[in-house]
């Protein structure tokens, strides 16, 4: 059974940092390329960076690319995203997925003042 648990988040000011993990079990996850996403009160959840399965290649959404920065550790089978410069409107539950259907139940993330 495929599982995903988050940990990181937390309160953070305009221009902080965070980095997020989260630790994958139940599948081979060096075999899949796997994805940050978040959700923000009233919105819809989109995908927030996306890694390959050997970590090769990533792809950004627009508004984060230079300030977020996803990565992985296969023989860990640990997923990252490292967060800077961050922005109210980065406050959003952020909730990592195997790209096959599942994601965990994600880590709040709060930029305020």
């Known amino acids: 059974q495929v599982r995903l648990v988050e940990s990181g988040g937390g309160l953070v000011q305009p221009g902080g940092s965070l980095t997020l993990s989260c630790a994958a079990a139940?599948?081979?996850?060096?075999?899949?390329?796997v994805s940050w996403y978040r959700q923000a009160p009233g919105k819809e959840r989109e995908v927030v960076a996306v890694?390959?399965?050997?970590?090769?290649?990533?792809n950004y959404l627009d508004s984060v690319k230079g300030r977020f920065t996803i990565s992985r550790d296969n023989a860990k089978n640990m997923l990252y995203l490292q967060m800077n410069n961050l922005k109210p409107e980065d406050t959003a539950v952020y909730s990592c997925?195997?790209?096959?259907?599942?994601w965990g139940p994600g880590t709040q993330v709060t930029v305020s003042s």
């Open positions: 997925s195997d790209n096959r259907g599942t």
């Open positions: 890694i390959s399965s050997a970590g090769s290649s990533t």
């Open positions: 139940g599948f081979t996850f060096s075999a899949y390329a």
